[in-house]
């Protein structure tokens, strides 16, 4: 099993950065790709970024390219989310998830996850 728990989140205002966290329990070295979700107030989860183990391959939503970095840390089985230039539409709650095997489906939807955190949340404000 791979327990995930996410932590860097709060109130900041447009313009400033945060530093996302997703700190991994259990066999952190079993992962074959994490990603960061999110969740705006009163929408649906929406992908963020995501990160294979190996191969070096990273994938961006649009609407954050350019602003936010993934990276892993493979040997704590970790993974974090640089946010820069944030905007009033990054306020959601950030969630961490993780998959052990390749999945037929694409990094970029939340059912080639097996494994989810509780969420941090981010608010952005004016």
């Known amino acids: 099993q791979v327990q995930l728990s996410e932590s860097g989140g709060g109130l900041v205002q447009a313009g400033d950065s945060l530093r996302l966290s997703c700190a991994a329990s259990?066999?952190?070295?079993?992962?074959?790709?994490m990603g960061w979700f999110r969740q705006p107030p009163g929408k649906d989860r929406e992908f963020v970024a995501a990160?294979?183990?190996?191969?070096?391959?990273?994938y961006y939503a649009d609407s954050v390219k350019g602003r936010f970095t993934i990276s892993r840390e493979n040997a704590k089985g970790a993974a974090n989310l640089q946010m820069n230039n944030l905007k009033l539409e990054d306020t959601a709650v950030y969630y961490c998830?993780?998959?052990?095997?390749?999945?037929?489906?694409?990094?970029?939807?939340?059912?080639?996850?097996?494994?989810w955190g509780q969420g941090t949340e981010v608010t952005v404000s004016s």
């Open positions: 259990g066999r952190t070295d079993s992962t074959y790709a």
């Open positions: 998830a993780a998959v052990t095997s390749r999945r037929p489906g694409p990094l970029t939807t939340m059912g080639s996850y097996d494994y």
């Open positions: 990160m294979r183990r190996s191969g070096g391959f990273t």
